[in-house]
């Protein structure tokens, strides 16, 4: 082997590895975005004879589906707004005061990022029995705001840092209070930030499985994720079509908050913040 | 506006305004994360059950728990599988992939790199069931894979009976390398190309300059990622429960999904309760590390 055919395996070979890996994580992907459009779809990838939207009709058309999806979008929403007023509120003074114990403080919720929810679940299911909130989406929502509470109060508290202070300084002398201080010059000044955390939290409510699974028991009240779970289990093994059709729609939030997030992350993908699973 | 002020700077507060604004966002902490995270040290010393003669009085039963947990061979395979899964899908392969395909992207093509960059990202992106059903199908007797292999002159294998424990180490690891990958390329381009240059200039050898510039450079990022990676694993349930639901037999049972057969599906909340306290204690170190690690 001379240098120069050295030189080009060396130019090569990255290519052939990644497009190796590249297709890898492709075809399973494929599978479930080609099987939604194929009114004959089986379990493995194959090329439809016809194209169809039959089976996204069929799973849009569905009451129950578009129930289970509505509720899940009310419970990750719900739980985004609500994260993103509590931590505003708590991030203002971990920003602008001096406190004695900020630093014990934030090392106590960056900690608390960290820690898997699912070791929790247990107790917070005898929990809800206690306080009449098992089975109530109200519920689930309130346990989502407390989990990731953490992660928005760590982050919010970043964000806020960068915002100067001698904007607020000079809306406090025009005689604004401090709530109005943060609600028009603070909070504005943020958005990136404020949609950042809001995107964040949407996704991991979103993605769970095993909240809902544990604090929810009626099939009506079930999320999108509950649902195709349950769909999985009653029809996986005949109508793949469906199965696939159900699975992208419950996917796009996801793939829309992924993109809307990489608008407000303006400097790429750093380690701060922490994040969760 | 009632704190509205003339001349002076700042709004007029007392001391405790601070709690006014930190108040409701740790108070829902409390009731809902920290009072959980103590009641699990408190159940697991109780027969607490959701059905029978113990639902209706709870009593203590000091150490049972876990004296029966230390007996029972079920959760020293839990254990086992655990490690396993932690160490297969999270520590080396999502850490070593991610890093591998970081690595290896660096200088490229830019529209090869976005199109590779978007498929792995897709995995991550995609919601855990969703993974579940995928890799579910194509690992499945009549899926992909078994086409491909087929297709080739080879006969069947029925993956998920035969290697369970491998197929979820590679759904977990689809779904979970986009996050090294991102953070890897983050820190190696963070590495000041100079040094790099200076290396090259010097004559060292392409190995030389990764082993003694790249890794020592980027060393910090490996161990909070890895710390990260692991976390995120540790509490991974539902991608498992709905591939294999922890089977055949225990092959791929790990803690929490023994956590949830033994709270609800035997009805042992007490025992699934000291199950999760071990998945927890894990948790609580391995924070623990990370914050040591993020300080740094």
Known sequence: MNARQRKLIYRILPYTILTGIGLCFLLPLLWVLVASVDPNAMQSLKLPSQLTMGNYVEVITSPENQRAYLIGLVISLGQA?????????????????????KKPFMLTILFMTSLPITAVMMPVYQLFLGLKLYDSIGGVI??????????????????????????????????????????????????????????????????????????????EKFPAALKLYQFFGQYGMVDYGSLAAFSVLYAVPAIVMYVLSQRFMSRGFGLQGGSKG | MSSLTIGSQKPKRSTYTWLFFLLPSVAIMLVFFIYPILLTFFYSFTNLALTGEAARELKFVGLDNYARMF?????????????????????????????????????????????????????????????????????????????????????????????????????NIWHGTAFSMMVFQAALDDVPSEIEEAAVVDGASKWKIFTSIIIPYIKGSITTNAMLVTLQTLGVFGLIYAMTGGGPGNSTMTLPIFMYNQAFVNYQLGYGTAISLLLLLIGIVLSLLYIRSMKE
């Not at chain 1, 994260?83 to 001096?98: I, M, N, T």
């Not at chain 1, 989990?147 to 002398?173: L, T």
């Not at chain 1, 109005?180 to 993605?207: D, E, H, Q």
């Not at chain 2, 059903?133 to 009976?161: K, M, P, Q, R």
């Open chain 1, 81 to 101: 707004v609500l994260v993103v007023l509590l931590a505003l509120l708590a991030a203002y003074p971990l920003s602008r005061y001096q406190m004695k114990y």
């Open chain 1, 142 to 219: 309130l346990f989502y705001v407390a989990s990731s509470m953490p992660y928005g109060i760590w982050m919010m508290k970043n964000f806020m840092d960068s915002v100067p202070r001698d904007m607020e300084e000079a809306a406090w002398v025009d005689g604004a209070s401090l709530l109005t201080g943060i609600r028009r010059v603070v909070a504005p000044l943020m958005v990136p930030g404020i949609c950042t955390v809001a995107i964040f939290t949407f996704s991991g409510s979103w993605g769970n499985f095993f909240v809902p699974y544990i604090l929810l028991q009626s099939p």
């Open chain 2, 71 to 171: 007996q029972d061979p079920t959760v020293k395979v839990s254990i086992w599988n655990t490690l396993v899964f932690l160490i297969g899908s999270a520590v080396i392969g999502q850490q070593v992939l991610g890093f591998l395909i970081a690595l290896l992207m660096k200088q490229r093509n830019r529209t090869f790199r976005r199109v590779i960059g978007t498929i792995v990202l897709a995995g991550w992106v995609t919601p855990e069931i969703v993974c579940a059903l995928c890799l579910y199908s194509f690992f499945g007797d009549d899926g992909t894979l078994n086409a491909i292999i087929t297709s080739f002159g080879f006969s069947e294998v029925t993956w998920l009976f035969t290697v369970p424990m491998l197929t979820v180490i590679l759904a």
